[in-house]
């Protein structure tokens, strides 16, 4: 097509073309891109913004936990609410066997338990803050159902 054209047109079209090769080449390829990349710096800026807000309420935690006093609800307490949690507190019964403030010891029988109550049970003790240490379980089958189980532990604080 270029060669059906004259000399001069060729000249201009040379000329047209490097003129507008370049606007063209900006328009489509160079403002997307610095549009994007205005884009990642705003995102960047607000991502920073929260970052610095997330550390100023984290110093801000940690103030406040150091000036609050911690207040830690009894074992028994504890006990007896994962025992209302499970579900079981009808069959179950808790004797309390240290009562010193640094350390206490709470014997935990429960009767006629599934698997599920069971595991549920034993996970949720564990899982007690401050942490608790079950120093004997012992794990049988029911006398009235073998399909339950009878539960014994002693958990301990501190």
Do not use: C, W
């Not at 401050?130 to 301990?156: E, G």
């Amino acid at each position: 097509m270029i060669e059906r054209l004259n000399p001069r047109e060729r000249k201009l079209a040379l000329l047209a073309l490097l003129i507008l090769g370049p606007l063209v080449l900006f328009r489509g390829v160079l403002f997307p891109l610095l549009d994007l990349k205005g884009t990642y710096h705003a995102q960047e800026t607000r991502l920073r913004g929260n970052i610095k807000q997330v550390q100023l309420l984290g110093q801000e935690l940690r103030q406040l936990q150091r000036t609050t006093p911690r207040t830690t609800t009894p074992l028994n307490v504890q006990v007896a609410r994962i025992l209302r949690q499970t579900e079981v507190t009808g069959r179950a019964s808790s004797t309390s066997q240290g009562a010193e403030e640094s350390a206490q010891r709470i014997l935990i029988q429960v009767d006629q338990l599934t698997l599920y109550e069971t595991t549920s049970l034993i996970y949720q003790l564990e899982h007690i803050r401050p942490t608790v240490h079950i120093s004997t379980l012992d794990l049988q089958k029911s006398f009235q159902d073998t399909n339950r189980l009878k539960l014994n532990l002693v958990v301990s604080s501190k």
